[in-house]
């Protein structure tokens, strides 16, 4: 199989028409709608640093689609269109149609439409271009804390850094809640419908991909505040607590990563407004803590103690 055999034969599918030109062309054409902001991301996966090597193809895809819409949900965006640019050691029929089969399911359940990418031969790498779209003017940034704002969080934190030092055998969990962690770090699932209803309530959002602490401290940056973020109310699987010492279960939580789940601060007015949004959108919310004056993160026990932290979060350089 060719690599234009491969283009045309699994990744041509779908038809938006909004899309003028699609895959076939030097470029793809879209048309965006009057009355909205187009947000755009990119995020590049690499085997062995972002996903196993042997990793499932299935669990690859979607991961690779999943981070990706994650960013548009933290800007409160809708996902539309997507670019694909991969590299493959060789063009296998079976892991290939096992890929695509998951990706296209994901791409049509978010329905965000696959309009263009490249692909190479080289170590197993995928990248995606994500565009989405929002009301013009309303999207969530990080820069928008403001003091006396609530810090909130969706879903649970720390399964995902939990499963991957399962998987590097540093902890053996009950089978039970391995199974319950690994699939939150093969298998993310972000917050769209959430961060929608977030718009016109939040004053700042990200995702967090490389650890709460680290990522709540990129809002506090661009915002100029300061936060007490409260360590004990972090949400966690609650059977994850009997299976390792305290510090190690903050560790996970405040600086693990790859959660992939929704940050973000809000006025105290809105408080009902907000545990709303969470049940519209099907999606536990915690207030975890509250922006302060001074540009520093402090991170306090349910006793007033203060956490200081080995790390904050994942560096690609570091």
């Not at 609530?150 to 995902?160: E, K, L, R, T």
């Not at 917050?191 to 991909?209: K, N, P």
């Not at 007490?228 to 990563?257: F, K, M, N, T, Y």
């Amino acid at each position: 199989m060719t690599e234009f055999e491969f283009i045309y034969n699994f990744l041509v599918r779908q038809h938006d028409d909004d899309v003028l030109l699609g895959i076939g062309d030097d470029a793809a054409i879209v048309r965006p709608r009057a009355g909205y902001d187009l947000c755009f991301s990119s995020d590049m996966l690499i085997s062995g640093k972002h996903f196993f090597a042997d990793a499932a193809p299935e669990d690859i895809a979607h991961k690779v689609l999943a981070v990706n819409v994650s960013d548009m949900a933290a800007m409160g965006a809708t996902p539309r269109w997507v670019l694909l640019s991969a590299a493959f050691p060789e063009l296998d029929m079976l892991w290939l149609n096992k890929f695509c089969g998951t990706l296209f399911e994901k791409l049509s359940q978010y329905d965000i439409s696959l309009i263009g990418g490249d692909t190479t031969k080289g170590n197993l790498t995928f990248n995606i271009t994500i565009i989405g779209e929002l009301p013009q003017g309303q999207a969530l940034k990080r820069s928008g804390a403001k003091l006396g704002d609530d810090v909130w969080v969706s879903g649970q934190v720390g399964m995902a850094a939990a499963a991957l030092d399962g998987y590097l055998g540093k902890v053996v969990f009950p089978e039970a809640v391995w199974q319950e962690c690994r699939q939150k770090y093969l298998r993310p699932v972000p917050r769209v419908a959430l961060g929608r209803e977030l718009l016109l309530l939040a004053h700042a959002a990200q995702d967090i991909s490389d650890g709460l602490a680290q990522d709540l401290g990129h809002i506090l940056k661009a915002s100029g505040v300061g936060a007490e973020l409260w360590a004990d109310r972090v949400p966690i699987l609650p059977a994850l607590r009997g299976c390792a010492p305290v510090e190690q279960i903050r560790a996970w939580q405040l600086s693990g990563g790859d959660d992939y789940e929704l940050l973000f601060t809000a006025p105290e007015a809105v408080r009902a407004q907000i545990l709303a949004a969470g049940e519209a959108s099907g999606t536990q919310l915690s207030r975890i803590g509250k922006i302060i004056k001074g540009t520093k993160l402090r991170i306090l026990d349910d006793a007033g103690g203060e956490i200081h932290l080995h790390k904050t979060g994942f560096d690609h350089f570091g």
